[in-house]
């Protein structure tokens, strides 16, 4: 496996765009058998073209998401394109595209999962997935959707964001063209064996009287110690006016009160309706408490993170990194340290690519060496090839 890779901040001119991209690639002495592009952007190289221009120029699938920001080895930025292309002779990798998730969430996702292993010879060994941010569906539930009907296969992604506060430009993308309601899954099949990382902010500062969800419907928070949601977050002082103060760096704990690590959640926006809308389910009955997070915190947590990878890493030849979108948005000013620090630390390394999330996806590791697929909110991971 290799991971190729480029970048270009010309968001004005497709054709230009296309020339630095193809420029950076050299396909013809690079590519090898099988390949698959891997592509992230801001929201305007959609609308201007680039985006489409980019994916109609390379002659492999080009799947993807909008977000805030994301990064090669030799570049980064909000502005930006980057792309990876993962090639390989001995991995294949075949890609498919739901139907629209905004109804139903399983009977699209079963039918294009199928519709992916039918031609394959054997079960395949990684599924990476690309989700839209939808606002009554969370990115758990459809990840954990795939988890099922593929039998727990490795799964490891993300949900889409933007720079937006409401994510109203947050897509999927797969061949140049975006997505609100599909989620794209890219099935790589071969000798493989991917090594995983995580690592969250800590459970740190959290008021010591717990909450306690008393209604709620996936992901979205309806009611708190039987009082309206967002009348909970103003007795915190996070609720002014119908929006959510600060919400995206204010982590939530979930404590299930069964002996288990807490999960942290993100509360994003406010519906229609007045509920929130959250990064992960927040199911009926437990607590709930607000947390305090901070450069420190964010820094720290992706040294440590880096310092596994490296740890890991031998012959390995590609790395993909998905971090929240919350960690940049709470380094304030300097909200692209965390992915200097991964320049300064891999840039020489390892081939990586990186972005920022609305929810990560990635598998833990279990006591007994296996994997289990999670979804994750305020997390670093990756995936090491």
């Known amino acids: 496996m290799k991971l190729l890779r480029a970048s270009t901040l010309e968001v004005d001119e497709p054709k230009l765009a296309v020339s630095e991209i193809l420029q950076q690639l050299d396909l013809g002495n690079s590519l090898l058998a099988h390949s698959v592009g891997l592509v992230t952007c801001h929201p305007d190289f959609i609308d201007s073209g680039v985006l489409a221009a980019v994916s109609d120029a ?5 799947v993807g998401c909008t977000s805030i920001a994301s990064a090669i080895n030799e570049d980064m930025g909000i502005e930006i394109l980057t792309l990876a292309v993962l090639t390989s002779d001995d991995v294949s990798f075949t890609t498919v595209l739901t139907e629209s998730l905004w109804d139903d969430q399983v009977t699209p996702i079963k039918t294009a999962y199928e519709k992916a292993i039918a031609a394959l010879p054997e079960k395949p060994s990684l599924i990476l997935t690309y989700q839209p941010m939808m606002n009554h569906v969370g990115g758990e539930r459809l990840s954990m959707e795939i988890s099922r009907i593929s039998d727990g296969i490795p799964l490891f992604g993300t949900l889409a964001c933007d720079h937006n ?3 109203s430009q947050a897509y999927s993308i797969c061949n140049g063209t975006y997505y609100k309601d599909r989620l794209i899954m890219v099935l790589l099949n071969g000798p493989l064996a991917p090594k995983f990382f995580h690592i969250a902010i800590e459970m740190k500062g959290q008021l010591a009287q717990k909450a306690v969800i008393t209604d709620s419907a996936g992901n979205v928070l309806k009611t708190v110690n039987d009082m309206p949601v967002l009348k909970y977050l103003e007795s915190l002082g996070l609720n002014s006016g119908g929006t959510i103060e600060g919400s995206v760096t204010i982590p939530f704990f979930l404590d299930y009160n069964d002996g288990g690590k807490p999960v942290c959640r993100g509360l994003f926006l406010v519906t229609e309706e007045g509920w929130v809308a959250c990064g992960g389910d927040v199911p009926t009955g437990v607590r709930i408490s607000p947390a305090s997070l901070d450069d420190a915190d964010i820094m720290q947590t992706a040294d440590k993170a880096i310092d596994d990878i490296l740890a890991a890493a031998n012959s390995n030849k590609a790395l993909l990194i998905v971090s929240c979108n919350s960690r ?15 320049q300064e630390r891999l840039g020489k390394v390892l081939p990586y690519h990186m972005l920022y999330s609305g929810g990560e996806i990635c598998p833990v590791q279990l006591e007994d060496g296996g994997t289990k697929n999670r979804f994750h909110n305020f997390s670093f991971t990756a ?3």
Request: aromatic content about 20%.
């Open 58 to 62: 390379l002659p492999f699938d080009v």
């Open 383 to 385: 995936c090491l090839f």
């Open 328 to 342: 940049s948005l709470s380094l304030g000013t300097d909200f692209l340290a965390e992915m200097e620090l991964v």
């Open 165 to 167: 506060y409401d994510f």
